[in-house]
């Protein structure tokens, strides 16, 4: 009766002590909860950030997604299948909030989740109910497991279809029954297809369980059938998941392979260079394990009390030796695997943690449960908890924390005066996607090592020939570049001086928007940092219309069909907020040139002056002449349609006018639209909101 009353007593306070823990991981995760600032590894935040945006932007929920980052194809760097950017998308649409909340929204109910299947686990490895929290709350109270239940990274859906996966083997291999085998297929081949290496790590518990049957059957009477249904059930239990990453893998590799650069993303790549999973000689690295003890350091805690606590769990407990044996190589050999991956990138933990953890969980269980040591068992966990804790306070809370919604002001400038399906250059922060996504725009991020690659470089930008690219910009060190600088201008018709300037970067925009550009960051009051060199002068004469590709089409004729094809606007090329919507600039002299479908019957043209030109006080406009054109090679042109606009003096003329005009085209014809001043141009300030001919 002695010894059931302190049991009774540590279950209660076990219970009490995870109920605390939960509710405060819960606190802890969710602080500034609606930052737009992603920490922690915020090159690969942004990476699926900056899918699921497109995912969205698109309404493309194919298997082959968009990562714009590396330029074209924009279908290149397809590292997993996108069931978490899936899963974000829907949510946020749902209801109705940012994206990066309905991301920390799943991926802390994944979490949540994943607390179950693991409370299922612990269950097959003989620990009572009750103590099977004592893993959960260090697991709860974990750095890695507070900071990243919150990113926008697929990591903890990956550890619920892990968990859930094991769950279903281990069910499986015990009952041989169907069900355990949809949910063992099921879990797996979410786990595979999200990110394949942490599925690597579950796989080795599943093999020890699959090897320990097969030797306990080969030592039972009936050792041969016993031994081909467990070798059935074990090959069963990974053949779906298995076979779909093989297909997934037979998909995406060719399509990576024949990128620019892409290329370094195929299996065979990131199994040698990202993972080091071909490299013998990382495994054996002094450098490499110092490295990894200072990611113990960030993501757990100090590499000096983690080796301690095994080594006490060890002397202490040899009862819970071969469970804390066991759960820990599973930690260890992690890194083993995937070397490079667990060195440089401590979210990488969060596959292979709570292993350790429930190795520390056990040793708890077995000092708790000694009369003589459970002193030591209160006294270790209050330590873990408090180092845990502390170095979730040092290392992340700070960065959490953070009072930004992440990217600089000259992103924020990008984002808000380039159009909006227009393309940027990034050159300085290797394939990262932080510029790509704080500037919601497709991107050619050049690698590092590339940057000097003539031939390289001129095929990346030969194919971005039918793009709109908006932008270069250079980061720090790479401001010097030449060979970069003058093929980007030669070949999207970049100002060859800075549009402006931050203390991070150079910017040179496209001419069409070097004054829209500027014009605005003056109006922000250059959002802080911003710096934009002097007035320069124009150049003389007059360019001449302006060739438009189908990108440029696409960033600012969207509203014109078929796309134009020429331009020239003496005010320059842009749209405005009026009346609600954006229109186009047409102050004369605006000209636009479109090829006439053959089958075409009529021409609709939308279009207006802006109200103040009529009802400003003094000087007012005195009307603009809009008129259509047929351009015939060698035949001149045909007068189509022509309207004086004269608002002060004809009322009718005032707000937005639609035209219908029949028309009939001639073979071959251009159709030439014009806006001319009819006296002066003073005030003038027409516009033009849609133009269809069909």
Same mark, same amino acid.
């Given at each position: ?503 991070? @970067?150079? !910017?040179?925009?496209? #001419? ?5 550009? $500027? *014009?605005? =960051?003056?109006?922000?009051? &250059? ?101 259509? @054109?047929? !351009?015939?090679?060698? #035949? ?5 349609? $022509? *309207?004086? =606009?004269?608002?002060?003096? &004809? ?44």
């Amino acid at each position: 009766m002695s010894d059931r009353k302190p049991a009774d007593s540590a279950a209660k306070i076990i219970m009490v002590l995870f109920g605390c823990a939960l509710l405060g991981h819960f606190w802890l995760a969710t602080r500034n909860w609606s930052s737009g600032f992603m920490p922690g590894h915020e090159f690969r935040q942004t990476q699926t950030a900056l899918i699921s945006h497109f995912i969205d932007r698109e309404d493309d929920f194919s298997l082959l997604y968009e990562t714009p980052i590396v330029g074209k194809p924009w279908v290149s760097i397809l590292l997993e299948v996108p069931l978490y950017e899936w899963s974000v998308v829907l949510l946020s649409r749902a209801a109705d909030i940012p994206q990066v909340e309905a991301a920390r929204s799943i991926t802390l109910a994944c979490f949540y989740l994943t607390l179950p299947a693991l409370w299922l686990l612990l269950g097959r490895l003989g620990l009572p109910p009750d103590r099977r929290l004592l893993p959960l709350i260090l697991i709860l109270l974990c750095p890695v497991y507070i900071f990243y239940s919150r990113a926008f990274l697929m990591e903890s859906m990956e550890l619920m279809c892990c968990a859930w996966f094991l769950v279903g083997f281990v069910g499986m291999m015990d009952h041989r029954r169907w069900p355990w085998f949809v949910l063992t297929a099921a879990a797996g081949a979410g786990a595979a297809l999200i990110k394949s290496a942490t599925f690597a790590v579950w796989l080795l518990p599943a093999a020890a369980y699959g090897a320990w049957q097969l030797w306990r059957d080969l030592r039972s009477s009936d050792r041969w059938r016993a031994s081909a249904q467990t070798v059935f059930w074990g090959f069963a239990g990974v053949v779906v998941p298995l076979g779909l990453l093989r297909l997934w893998i037979m998909l995406t590799d060719p399509i990576k392979a024949a990128h620019a650069s892409a290329w370094i993303f195929t299996s065979g790549n990131l199994s040698l260079g990202n993972w080091g999973l071909d490299d013998l000689a990382a495994r054996f690295s002094g450098s490499v394990w110092r490295t990894l003890m200072d990611r113990w350091r960030e993501a757990l805690m100090p590499a000096w009390l983690l080796l301690a606590v095994l080594g006490v769990a060890w002397a202490a407990v040899p009862r819970e030796r071969r469970r804390i044996a066991g759960l820990a190589s599973v930690f260890f050999l992690a890194q083993l695997l995937f070397p490079y991956a667990y060195a440089y990138q401590e979210y990488y933990f969060y596959a292979c943690a709570v292993f350790l953890l429930a190795g520390f969980g056990c040793a708890l269980h077995g000092l708790i449960d000694s009369p003589r040591l459970r002193w030591l068992g209160w006294s270790l966990m209050g330590v873990l908890a408090i180092a845990q804790l502390h170095t979730y306070w040092r290392e992340y809370r700070p960065q959490q924390l953070a009072p930004t919604d992440g990217g600089f002001s000259y992103t924020l400038t990008l984002r808000d005066f380039t159009p909006r399906d227009s393309v940027i250059i990034g050159l300085g922060a290797d394939w990262a996607a932080i510029l790509p996504y704080y500037t919601e725009r497709r991107a050619l991020m050049i690698r590092n090592g590339l940057e000097h690659d003539r031939a390289y470089l001129e095929r990346a930008f030969r194919e971005l020939w039918d793009e709109d690219v908006s932008a270069l910009v250079l980061l720090e060190g790479h401001r010097g570049n030449t060979l970069v600088r003058e093929l980007a201008v030669a070949a999207f018709d970049l100002d060859p001086t800075p549009t402006f300037s931050h203390p991070r @970067a150079d !910017v040179y925009c496209r #001419r069409l928007y070097v004054d829209q550009v $500027r *014009r605005g =960051l003056s109006d922000r009051g &250059n959002y802080g940092d911003i710096q934009v060199p002097g007035e320069q002068e124009p150049p003389p004469g007059d360019a001449g219309p302006t060739l438009i590709n189908s990108g440029l089409a696409r960033s600012l004729f969207h509203w014109v069909s078929p796309a134009p094809i020429r331009g020239h606007f003496s005010f320059g090329m842009g749209a405005m907020p009026y009346d609600g919507e954006m229109v186009f600039n047409a102050h004369p002299d605006s000209d636009l040139w479109l090829r006439a479908p053959a089958q075409a019957a009529r021409i609709e043209w939308v279009f207006g002056m802006i109200s103040s030109a009529w009802e400003k006080a003094g000087d007012k406009s005195d009307g603009v002449e809009m008129r259509i @054109a047929g !351009v015939l090679a060698g #035949r001149g042109e045909r007068e189509i349609y $022509r *309207r004086r =606009l004269d608002p002060v003096a &004809n009322p009718a003329d005032r707000g937005r006018q639609h035209e219908v005009i029949p028309y009939h085209p001639e073979p071959g014809e251009i159709l030439h639209f014009s806006s001319r001043p009819v006296n002066s141009r003073a005030y003038d300030w027409a516009y033009w909101a849609r133009i269809e001919v069909r």
